[in-house]
């Protein structure tokens, strides 16, 4: 009979931790090997964690919304037939506060008061009551910030339900949310106040009173601050949304505002050009139609356009690699594999992007296998987190809804994605030896957005117009 500590697996190479967004298993429920125990969240996806070994969970080790690092001990399994089910003891506790510094001499005595006023501000700060709640990762953050509870309720959380979590109060703190003469005027005040406490405890009074004459003109930097924090401040305000009787408010979904937050941070980071093409796929559509019955008897899957798309683009990234790089600060790196992103829409109408790894090494039958499953996984909630980064290029199609052509957001930090759109019969002229002819063909647009900061106009047509040539000489022939 043994413990076995269950931790947070590695999710990728840029996830570091998770949001534990709810537990599958109580504690002295039996558990199997495979069985999912709790599910996390993280910026890419949510996803299951399934127990490695058979057993009796006999503890959880944090709780729900709580930031899990990876690599920590989420849940501990008793392996063994006698199992000892003990109630879990909470093993993240709010930060208690300080003990009351003893009392020195003289003056030793005032300033032991000031930094324990200072540390017991700060608490004081964080121990309001709301409705939100914060992680003790945060809550940590925010005091050795001097972030008081009022500011840290201003903070626009990303997490789950509105939750802050620790990259938006790091990036607030970033942006200079909390000026250092903010952080110390409630704390001198309150060391003021300690001070005269001591005053009347100390044999000479006159002597604790000094430091306080030297940090008196704080306040009146703070008051030289305030027009300029004035002046900045309408900059900041956003226009409030009048809502009418009869009007619905629904709140935005954790993925809903971790794709708007990405989306506005694309078009803030990257300089979007797009170029447009027509493609004549006839060829593409009588082909697919004459082996799609073949390729669904012999795999027992169907055969899309999808995977043929894919590879074109595959092959248009080998000839023009530097369409295969991402900006790093001043750098590009440009990318040794080619793992395209596929932009799939999920039933409740957010969008998730899973990623083909080494699309150029798979022929079309692996393509497409790779892309039923994707697909369905992500219709499901069934990706894990390594198979939504990564990416170096993406494709979206937009002509499954209709759309003849869109301009598509880059997936930061790529620089270009290509939007497919609707297949329509349309006449067209055909050039023929007897001269030109007006023929039913079937035709769609390729539009093409990429970063004009590091792609010009010329490398951002060619690439398109590589993927229309690549579609255009399909041969009717080929075997799949």
Known sequence: MSKFELKLPRMGESVAEATLTSWLKEVGDTIEMDEPIFEIATDKVDSEVPSEVDGVLIEKCFNVDDVVEVGQTVAIIQVGDDVDVTEPEQTVKDVEEEEEPVLQEMVSAAESAVMHARAQTSVAQLNGTSDRFYSPLVKNIARQEGISFDELETITGTGKDGRVTKDDILNYVKKGGSTSVEKTTAPETAAVQEREAVS?????????AAPVKEEAP??????KAAPAAAKEAPVQEKPKTQISRGDEVIPMTRMGKLIAKHMTDSVSTSAHVQSFI????????TWRNKIKDVFFKREGEKFTYTPIFMEA???ALKKYPM??????????????????GMAAALPDGNLIVPVIKNADQLNLTGLAKVVNDLADRSRNNALKPDEVQGGTYTVTNVGTFGSVFGTPIINQPQVGILALGAIRKIPSVIETAEGDVIAVRSKMYLSHSYDHRVVNGALGSMFAKAVADY??????????
Do not use: F
């Open 313 to 315: 683009v595959a092959k």
């Open 218 to 223: 704080a306040p009146s930097v703070s008051a």
């Open 323 to 340: 369409m295969n790089i991402s900006v790093d600060g001043d750098s590009v790196i440009k990318k040794k594999n080619i793992n395209i």
């Open 278 to 285: 027509e493609v004549d796929v006839t060829n593409i559509v």
């Open 471 to 480: 579609l255009e000489n399909w041969d009717v022939n080929r075997e799949v």
């Open 200 to 208: 009347q405890k100390v044999a000479t009074p006159e002597k604790v």
